[in-house]
């Protein structure tokens, strides 16, 4: 982790690109529309307060799996001005009525004259819901915060993961070069131009280039060069295992890799929602494109119908996604309407 200062990339916080180049692809849901979640809420005496924040800040704040720093512990009752209301755990963390009593009334205090005490509580409930996470701009914040629950804006969080993006802007262009020459070539034999190339982290020149092949001889509707791609990797591994086994002996064999975990995709034309879930279930950890496709493209929250499906909040894996925004790497053109 840099800090921002130090950071050799340039960066534009506020529209999400790096280097002038490369544009971060969000999902809508932290741009505008919250994920809510349920959260366990009880009403307390104000006195108590430093008791219930200790015991959340001792047994809960750690392991609840879901991080509600971004939210305050607790605000007064909007019906009952003398009581304070105060969030203990997502609803992910512990679903249990019966868990969360047990979990309470493990809260103890000891009393003026030395006598310990159980804490007292009213209104034991799970039924509000709160943002997941923060939302990436301060008026957001605000709104958010008169909607559902007062919220604490600790700078935008995006600015850390753009922050944190490890990105070699020279290899990015020397990779989104081979597949604009490829894409242009295809083009001029009036193939469909779609390429895409996939870079194994452990092995970064031996790289796989794929082609669309959905009218070739041999090929079928669903041979987009994402899904030929991921087919290649696996081949490919197939082969460099029979290898090793082979050669056992050399002791001389990389790491075994898993489906195309941490692999880099660039491709020319934005996914569809078959490759882009491809892409999930195959574990990449980036993917860059070229050309968005608006009417079947399946990452940009203006294409398609919005899925950002590298980022889905319904799913439980994800890959980082960018744009290419520069006119450097010209691709062949498809139908508005072809699934890439
Ligand atoms: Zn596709």
Redesign the pocket.
């Known amino acids: 982790m840099v800090k921002k200062v130090n950071n050799p990339l340039k960066i534009d916080f506020q529209k999400c690109i790096i280097e002038g180049r490369l544009q971060q692809i969000l999902p809508k849901h932290i741009t505008s529309e919250p994920e809510l979640i349920n959260i366990w809420t009880i009403d307390i005496n104000p006195q108590d307060s430093k008791y219930f924040i200790a015991f959340i800040r001792r047994n809960i704040k750690e392991t609840d799996p879901i991080s509600l720093l971004h939210l305050k512990r607790i605000q007064k009752n909007p019906n009952d001005k003398s009581l304070l209301k105060l969030i203990l755990c997502s609803v992910e963390y512990i679903a249990d009525r019966e868990d969360i009593i047990k979990l309470l009334e493990s809260i103890e205090k000891k009393t003026p004259n030395g006598n310990v005490e159980k804490i007292q509580y009213t209104n034991l409930n799970k039924d509000l819901k709160v943002p997941k996470e923060p939302p990436i701009t301060r008026e957001l914040i605000n709104e958010w915060s008169k909607k559902f629950w007062p919220m604490v804006w600790n700078g935008n969080p995006n600015d850390q993961i753009l922050n944190d993006y490890i990105i070699d802007m020279d290899s990015i262009r020397g990779k989104l070069d081979i597949i604009s020459k490829q894409s242009q070539s295809l083009a001029k034999s009036n193939e469909i131009p779609v390429v895409s190339l996939f870079v194994n982290p452990l092995d970064p020149l031996n790289h796989i280039l794929s082609i669309d092949q959905r009218n070739s001889t041999s090929g079928c509707q ?1 041979d ?4 030929n791609g991921i087919k290649k990797v696996a081949e490919d591994e197939v082969k460099r295992r029979k290898l090793e086994q082979e050669a056992k002996e050399s002791n001389n064999y990389r790491e075994k890799t898993y489906l195309c975990l941490n692999f880099d995709v660039y491709t020319t034309h934005e ?6 879930m ?1 892409l999930i279930h195959s574990r990449i950890k980036r993917l860059i494109f070229i050309k968005p496709m608006e009417v ?1 493209g399946s990452l940009r929250p203006e294409s398609g119908h919005g899925y950002c499906m590298h980022a889905n909040k319904n799913l439980n894996s994800k890959y980082e996604v960018f744009q290419w925004i520069g006119d450097e790497y010209p691709v062949g053109s498809v139908e508005n309407y072809t ?2």
């Open positions: 669903l987009h060069s994402i899904m996914p569809c929602s078959m490759c882009s491809a079947t699934c890439c």
